[in-house]
């Protein structure tokens, strides 16, 4: 890979340390208040502050882990889901039948609502978890079934046939790896489809619980007092882009990097 290849991945993964562990670097507290609401930067504070006279630069730094660690967990859940459920669905075609109809029913609900529902029921993260699984495992049993159908018949497959392995080994150990960049792809889709859900749930007040840090609360927090410090509103939103616009860079070199 040439070192124009390594600067996304290094950037991604540096994007995410730095929203998972940014509240280390925190220069002040970020629940207590500094100076007067919305005060414009200063030397003190260099993005001024928020609605509460807070650090906006410490609130940013702490206000990305709960967004992330929520999108991962989903993310990874929702890939796990429709992996598996795409293996099963591409090499049995009695399987197919069944497991295409329950897509087309999650495919149906509206995503958005079912999260509403759940968080007002269940913690936030719980609520982001089932409704991305809800929204994104359909999409990804789908795409990987049609990979599993296209390669099933390869040579390599028909050999591990021949020698008698089991359906699950073979599955595992010859089918998966081959899927590794649609994999790839998909589990940064599914990382900024809750990424985006767990934003705005945050939005409507279904998030972390004041007064902790949180990118998107930081946003409804801040938007009436845009004219006095536009930092305390554009910071978060700007760290929230960069970390979708990251991963989804990510996400599309997987897919430009896919065997045809």
Do not use: K
Request: proline residues 7%.
């Amino acid at each position: 890979m040439s070192a124009a290849g390594r600067t996304v991945p290094v950037l991604a993964a540096a994007g995410l340390l730095l929203a998972l562990a940014g509240a280390a670097l925190a220069p002040h507290d970020p629940t207590a208040p500094l100076g007067a609401p919305w005060s414009p930067p200063s030397g003190e504070a260099l993005l001024g502050t928020d609605a509460l006279g807070r650090d906006v630069l410490s609130r940013v730094a702490a206000g990305g882990a709960y967004l992330t660690v929520t999108a991962l967990v989903a993310a990874a859940a929702t890939c796990t889901v429709g992996v598996a459920g795409g293996l099963a669905a591409g090499w049995h075609d009695r399987a197919a039948r069944l497991l295409a109809g329950v897509a087309d029913l999650l495919l149906a609900l509206p995503l958005l609502l079912i999260a509403v529902v759940l968080a007002v029921a269940v913690p936030g993260p719980a609520a982001v978890v089932a409704g991305t699984v809800c929204g994104g495992a359909p999409l990804t049993l789908r795409l990987v079934a049609d990979a599993v159908r296209q390669i099933r018949h390869a040579g390599y497959v028909e050999a591990a046939l021949g020698r008698g392995e089991p359906t699950a080994l073979i599955l595992v150990r010859e089918v998966l790896p081959a899927l590794g960049g649609r994999v790839g792809a998909d589990l940064s889709a599914r990382f900024l489809t809750a990424l985006h859900l767990a934003a705005a749930l945050s939005l409507l007040g279904l998030g972390p619980a004041p007064p902790a840090a949180d990118w998107a609360a930081m946003i409804r927090e801040n938007v009436t007092g845009v004219a006095l410090n536009p930092a305390a509103l554009l910071a978060p939103a700007t760290a929230l882009a960069l970390v979708a616009l990251l991963v989804a860079a990510i996400g599309g070199r997987s897919t430009a990097g896919r065997p045809a």
